[in-house]
């Protein structure tokens, strides 16, 4: 029986020989290393300031507290979104408004958007679903669920804010790590001490014979920051993210040709199956791992509370949603494997 997982990260020698280097340095927390990511980062996707943090959620988190996000606010996204979309919003203090999503590429709807507006809005987190870019009017500040894009092209230029994700999942990964990104040189010095502590620019340097030790603490912040040894990783995933990219779209390419899709997102590949337990239960038993992305999180006990109501695409494709694998290992014999198991299971369950 072959045996395809849901997602592999594609690691050989680069990154294991950048680890090595920075273990063999003797500093292993946040510094030069991961200073040169950012500006790295920031160049790839045309963005003036690139902040690194732990993850994607800490980067939702920041970008809520810089515009003051609190207890009375409410802040609009998508119900088909990962958890941590909402959980950084009820962290604030401030209320999740959960909206549809269009049935072209479950991405936020605008007419859903609309109607979710009130006096007590005040931001919009549009979420990039499976690598399609979502595309908001508003004149409110937008902060960017970009977890599972990566925009060669740049950020957009009415972000307030772009958060990223390097999960072992992600389409590149440091393993755990995330990124924030603005065009503010302002609230990117804020988010610089935001996470770490609250301590003045550039405190983590206080270690170093060069430096002066002292530091003050401008504010009471968080501690979110990365380390150099992902950020070593994260170099290097970078310089091949274009190659990994390419052989995204190929694999998407050909699973649309397959299964007669139009599908556009390169992060994930997503179809909907009527029987959906039985579908995960045969696909198991042919060695093929997938996921669903995402559970309806109106619909959750966490988040019940905020339920006010229906939201009709997002709950029939939040039924029947199956994310199929996809990586940029990932073998044009395993995706014709898959693409039968598929075939053959709607047959079967006509």
């Given at each position: 029986m072959k045996s395809i997982p849901f997602s592999r990260a594609s690691i050989d020698?680069?990154?294991?020989?950048?680890?090595?280097?920075?273990?063999?340095?003797?500093?292993?927390t946040m510094g030069e290393e991961t200073r040169m990511f950012e500006e790295e980062f920031a160049n790839y996707v045309k963005a003036r300031h690139a902040i690194s943090v732990n993850s994607c959620t800490s980067a939702l988190f920041l970008a809520l507290k810089a515009l003051k996000i609190q207890k009375g606010n409410e802040v609009i996204l998508p119900s088909f979104t990962f958890a941590a979309t909402a959980n950084v919003v009820i962290h604030c203090g401030a209320t999740p408004v959960?909206?549809?999503?269009?049935?072209?590429?479950?991405?936020?709807?605008?007419?859903?958007?609309?109607?979710?507006?009130?006096?007590?809005?005040?931001?919009?987190?549009?979420?990039?679903?499976?690598?399609n870019r979502a595309l908001i009017k508003t004149n409110l500040p937008i902060i960017e669920d970009s977890a599972h894009l990566?925009?060669?092209?740049?950020?957009?230029?009415?972000?307030?804010a772009s958060c990223y994700s390097f999960y072992a999942t992600k389409n590149m990964t440091t393993g755990e790590g995330g990124m924030i990104t603005t065009n503010d040189e302002n609230i990117s010095d804020w988010f610089k001490k935001a996470r770490l502590h609250g301590l003045s620019r550039d405190a983590w340097k206080r270690y170093s014979l060069k430096s002066k030790w002292i530091y003050e603490i401008e504010f009471s912040g968080y501690k979110l920051n990365t380390t150099d040894i992902n950020s070593a990783i994260g170099r290097v995933q970078l310089k091949k993210l274009d190659n990994f990219e390419?052989?995204?779209?190929?694999?998407?390419?050909?699973?649309n040709k397959l299964l007669g899709l139009n599908n556009k997102g390169t992060h994930l590949y997503p179809?909907?199956?009527?029987?959906?337990?039985?579908?995960?239960?045969?696909?198991?038993?042919k060695g093929i791992g997938c996921?669903?992305?995402?559970?309806?999180?109106?619909?959750?006990?966490?988040?019940?509370e905020f339920n006010m109501q229906k939201l009709p695409i997002t709950e029939y494709v939040g039924s029947r949603v199956v994310?199929?694998?996809?990586?940029?290992?990932?073998?044009?014999?395993?995706?014709?494997?898959?693409?039968?198991?598929?075939?053959?299971?709607?047959?079967?369950?006509?």
């Open positions: 020698k680069n990154e294991i020989s950048a680890v090595e280097k920075i273990l063999k340095s003797g500093w292993l959960f909206v549809d999503i269009n049935n072209k590429d479950l991405t936020i709807d605008q007419k859903s958007f609309e109607k979710a507006l009130t006096k007590r809005t005040k931001a919009v987190m549009p979420v990039h679903y499976a690598g990566i925009p060669k092209a740049g950020d957009n230029k009415n972000s307030f390419k052989k995204r779209q190929k694999t998407v390419k050909l699973y179809i909907l199956v009527d029987k959906r337990d039985k579908f995960f239960e045969y696909m198991k038993k996921s669903f992305h995402f559970t309806p999180l109106h619909l959750q006990p966490a988040y019940k994310t199929l694998p996809l990586d940029a290992v990932i073998t044009e014999e395993e995706v014709r494997y898959v693409c039968e198991a598929v075939s053959d299971f709607r047959k079967i369950n006509k």
